[in-house]
């Protein structure tokens, strides 16, 4: 690890040991998330005036109306998605500023992540090069229409909120495969787990949450 990625005060891998024992205290259980946490530098996909507020268990903003998660929220979706057992290849919905995608990346065989926002995309792509991550393949495209080409996944993670489960992105789930994902609209969002089965799909809500809404087209 770099000067850069290790950080120095505030941005310390001691500060960042604060946040993975927040993390703990906060209900997250697997080890293996909560090491990913540690070891990816959050301040490198945040903007430098707030890189000071990186591991503070908070959601900040990256411009373009989006934001980088609150570390809480990044922790326990991708807790939900590997509780049943490892997974291979997961699509992410809503690269962002990349956070979500790096610890994705240190966990599962390879991350597919589409983002509708041309210059977040880049900017992510420079962070994922610059960490040494070469098992992320990315796309510029509407995030409602997943990324098909590369389906089915073994598990699809989406980082805006539907108003309803969409059906494109079930289709592209593996039999035995799970989406989580937030879902709902002004009146309130949940945070859902859904698992494709040969009958159907059974979903399982875990938490409330409040994310921007997920968004087709292009920018």
Same mark, same amino acid.
Request: hydrophobic share 40%.
């Given at each position: ?88 290849? =997961? &699509?992410? @919905? +809503?690269?962002?500023? #990349? ?6 990346? !240190?966990?599962? $065989?390879? %991350? ?67 989406? =989580? &994902?937030? @879902? +709902?609209?002004?009146? #309130? ?6 698992? !494709?089965?040969? $009958?159907? %799909? ?18």
């Amino acid at each position: 690890m770099n000067l850069t990625h290790r950080g120095i005060g505030m941005t310390s891998q001691r500060t960042r040991e604060r946040l993975v024992q927040r993390l703990r205290d906060e209900g997250i259980r697997d080890e293996r998330v909560l090491a990913a946490i540690r070891d990816t530098p959050r301040h490198i996909f945040v903007d430098e005036a707030l890189a000071s507020r990186a591991y503070e268990d908070t959601a900040l903003p990256i411009g373009f109306a989006q934001t980088i998660s609150q570390p809480y929220i990044v922790a326990r979706m991708t807790e939900a998605l590997l509780e049943a057992g490892p997974l291979n290849d =997961v &699509l992410e @919905v +809503g690269t962002g500023s #990349g956070y979500q995608t790096a610890i994705l990346a !240190r966990l599962v $065989r390879r %991350v597919y992540t589409v983002e509708r926002i041309e210059a977040l995309l880049n900017q992510a792509r420079d962070r994922f090069r610059e960490l040494g991550l070469r098992t992320i393949r990315l796309k510029h495209a509407d995030g409602t229409l997943g990324m098909p080409e590369y389906a089915p996944f073994d598990g699809i993670l989406v980082t805006a909120a539907p108003e309803t489960v969409p059906d494109a992105l079930v289709a592209q789930l593996k039999v035995g495969g799970r989406m =989580v &994902l937030p @879902v +709902g609209g002004r009146e #309130g969002q949940s945070l859902v787990r859904v698992t !494709r089965t040969e $009958r159907g %799909v059974e979903r399982r809500v875990l938490e409330r949450v409040v994310f921007v809404p997920l968004l087709g087209g292009l920018q």
